[in-house]
Nanobody, 118 residues
């Protein structure tokens, strides 16, 4: 079993910054891509940023404001600067995991709430 645990969500004023963290643990052999998605009320879940050995991608709406990074094989961060009210959403961490049984699975965290409001 694989677990992803996010942290760092909070209420922040427009223009402020937050750093989200996501740590993967459990029956992990290796992790390919790790990414951040978000889902606002009444909207579909959307990709925010993704990082893998093939590179980094960002949604157009966050380019220049958000930075995804990975400090080891199993932990990913999302630095969010110049936050806007439209960034308000539940942020989910995802990972493409090969588990110890050598099965490839898609794992998700439970989500962390980010609210941007004055």
């Amino acid at each position: 079993q694989v677990q992803l645990v996010e942290s760092g969500g909070a209420l922040v004023q427009p223009g402020g910054s937050l750093r989200l963290s996501c740590a993967a643990s459990g029956s992990i052999f290796s992790i390919d891509a790790m990414d951040w998605y978000r889902q606002a009320p009444g909207k579909e879940r959307e990709l925010v940023a993704s990082i893998s050995n093939r590179g980094i991608t960002y949604a157009d709406s966050v380019k220049g404001r958000f930075t995804i990074s990975r400090d080891n094989a199993n932990t990913v961060y999302l630095q969010m600067n110049s936050l806007k009210p439209e960034d308000t959403a539940v942020y989910y961490c995802g990972a493409d995991v090969t588990n110890t049984a050598r099965s490839r699975i898609r794992s998700w965290g439970q989500g962390t709430q980010v609210t941007v409001s004055s």
